[in-house]
């Protein structure tokens, strides 16, 4: 297992490599930094403390903001948005004035990373490196992978919709150096260029990861003298996660043919191999560690071994009602028309409904902070704390359902398309899509909204594919209004076009300013 010990180890590392402030400012080391970086990068062992010093510290961004937290609640999936003493009330109602601190963290911290593995790929290729031969392919290759998984998301974050129309928007830099040198601001097009073609590079070094192998290794070797660094394959960056990433790239730009076939081999193989099983019924039911991640089916994850106190903080039934993230309904019942879960799921056998979701009554407080009342919520389970279980300190990032979503929405067979739906679905204890001859791909591709909004709640991916879609409209964090009759009905926000795109922090045009 990927240690407390290694966590505390990458962590130095990482620290050791260099101190920076933005992208503007990239390698700001005195001597005695720069000895430390050579004496790093003096072992094999020092290489791969580096490394995962990155894994560890991509959960500053990635376990809260960009996963469970701002995202997901600018995805409307919770109910915020008429809570102005909220703490997510900046996020749910599109006001990037009010999150500055957050957007400025967030691309810090994401060019940090990107730093201190450029400054990693450059030892890996000097002249009597000592990095083993082994290590070699993993290091670079997960490192390539990783540097173009942080742009990626600063681009999905930064960028435009990507169009053909707004290709050559300015965007974000793509830093490749450990160079002190302010980087160019490129087009969306070559942001994606280069991440596609890192990508790309990280997949060919990857070819040979053990996982197409030997599976994702999640656990001790039987052999007493192999250490876990090429273990646990479902924490790193692995072969498999590169081609997902290359999938999600593709579609991202618009290339559904690239991202069919890509998307179409990963299931493929991994079905042969299977190397990410759907998760069993009875891993989920179990009231003793239940799966609610469907974790043997995450393909990459962050290791966090605080992920039971993001859990009190957000979604725990203690937290206030003006910090708590959750749906509106008071019952998991059938016919309780002013639940979330009604509009959200189909099936009332759905597991993702049925074990999910707990009715808890909450505490409100006012402007001073007295409780004032209480309300009965749907509060989400999703990352409750559990002992002794593989999964007890994962967030996945990219999982396989994804992938059958992609493949279906990039296919032209509507059977194929819904196919791959009903994959996802009967595992999930749903009934099966049937099509129609009124069906065509505007309703298939309702079908896939409906499946991907209910497969990735509190993992930051359902703010991206409205973006990619530039929806004008999604369901809202309420779930439901009243008609003029008095009956409850979908309630819908209305997304201008503007508000899928963050504004560029305040910490890098002031870099850029005073340069100038």
Known sequence: MITKDKIKAGAMALMLVTSFTSCADWLSVDMEDSIMENKLYETNEGFLSSLNGVYAKMNENYSS???????????????????????????ANYQPEQFKSTSNALWTTQYELIANLNTLLEHCDEAGSALNAVYYPYVKGEALALRAFLHFDLMRVYGPIYRENTAETVTIPYAETSSKEIQPLL???????????????????????????????????????????????????????????????????????????????LIAESEEKEIFPWTKKAAVT???????LFSSEVIFSLYN????????????????????????????????????????????????REYMWKVEEVNQSDEEGGTV?????????????????????????????????IAAECTDDLEEAVGYVNAIRAVRNCVNLTLTESDTKASIQEYITNEFMREVIGEGQLF?????????????????????SGNAVKSTVAIDMQNYVWPMPEVEMDKRVVSE
């Not at 999936?77 to 900046?90: G, I, P, R």
């Not at 942001?191 to 060919?204: F, G, H, N, P, T």
């Not at 179990?286 to 609610?292: E, H, Q, S, V, Y």
């Open 65 to 91: 903001t960009l996963t469970m937290g701002a995202i997901d609640v600018m995805a409307q999936y919770y109910d915020v948005s008429k809570n102005s003493t909220h703490t997510y009330y900046a996020y």
């Open 373 to 405: 009342g209480s309300h009965k919520v749907l509060c989400l389970n999703k990352y409750e704390g559990v002992t002794a279980a593989a999964h007890r300190y994962m967030i996945p990032l990219v999982r396989m359902s994804e992938i059958y979503l």
């Open 305 to 352: 071994t605080s992920r039971t106190n993001l859990f009190d903080r957000m979604f725990n039934r203690s937290v206030n009602l003006n910090s708590i993230l959750c749906f509106q309904g008071e019952t998991l019942e059938e016919g309780n028309a002013e639940s979330k879960l009604t509009y959200y799921f189909d099936d009332m056998g759905d597991l993702r």
């Open 286 to 292: 179990t009231t003793l560690n239940p799966d609610l």
């Open 464 to 484: 991206f594919y409205y973006k990619r879609h530039a929806m004008p409209s999604i369901l809202a964090g309420n779930g439901f209004k009243k008609d003029w």
């Open 187 to 265: 087009s969306a097009k070559t942001v994606m260029e280069k991440v596609i073609r890192d990508l790309s590079a990280a997949a060919d070094l990857l070819k040979d990861d053990r996982i197409r192998t030997e599976g994702v290794l999640n656990g001790a070797s039987d052999n007493p003298n192999e250490n876990t660094n090429l273990r646990y394959r479902q924490y790193r960056v692995n072969y498999f996660a590169v081609q997902a990433l290359l999938a999600r790239a593709y579609l991202w730009i618009g290339d559904k043919e690239k991202a069919y076939q890509t998307a179409k081999g």
